[in-house]
């Protein structure tokens, strides 16, 4: 895989690789994320969190237990005790078709927590062209501090604004509007997709809230609603769809003309969107 130029035919989606290369490496660890670069991947997804010190981690739940070996809420935690806990073991590891491992976790941190600026700079060595989309929880429980935590850090990358030629490119998304605002409000060119898990009734124009430029249904609501891709198209937004990890899946986000494709499986779904 690794000789794979990132292919990308005109009107192909883009594929993002959800939590990193996740259905083979634990999700959120940089493993994850360096094999989800190897395998060719337009982008990747994270979530980030507050840790109890102010700092952005990407962990998705808002407790421990789950994928470490940890107990506990995240945000009751410093880094550095989360930098103690193991967030590689209960991963079963690469099934049989995604090939054998591609880095040893047990080395360099890369089965610990994963910091954001950790992230941007796995994504900055890529060496190429990378989009890193980034979701903020939760946007509802700890007001607007993650957000403003996260123009902060954008900011002292030179990422809180698209830029001509600088190789990573960063959007922020969120499944909640007032997030999005305020991020739009502090970050105004900051790109934003507006996340849609149920079809809510604003939706039925097809019109984002707050200038996001990129709607993000999940796989399910498409599934069961096909036309919402056609509206927002109609309306000029794009469209990014998660998670879209089965082969029938990736057949009809083509067939409805996606702009993107959130996976766990990014080495599987290349494969198949050059196959069709
Ligand atoms: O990419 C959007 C998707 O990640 C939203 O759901 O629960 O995986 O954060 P979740
Ligand atoms: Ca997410």
Known sequence: IADLPPSRRPGRPLVFAHRGSSAAEPEHTLTA???AIEEGADGVECDVRLTRDGQLVCVHDRRLERTSNGHGLVSTRTLAELGELDFGSWHPGPGEEDGAPMYDVSVDGRARILTLDRLLGAVHDANR???L????????????????MLVESLRRH???EPRAGHPVEVTVMSFSALAVRRTRRLAPLLPTVMLLDLLPAGLRGGRLPFGSRIGGPGVRLLRAHPE????LHARGHQVYVWTVNEAADVDLMVELGVEGLITDRPAFVRRRLDEL
């Open 33 to 35: 994320y360096l094999r």
């Open 129 to 131: 062209p990378m989009r």
């Open 158 to 160: 030179g990422l809180h």
């Open 133 to 148: 989309l980034i979701e903020t929880k939760h946007p509802t429980r700890y007001g607007a501090a993650v957000e403003e």
């Open 228 to 231: 919402v891709a056609q509206r």
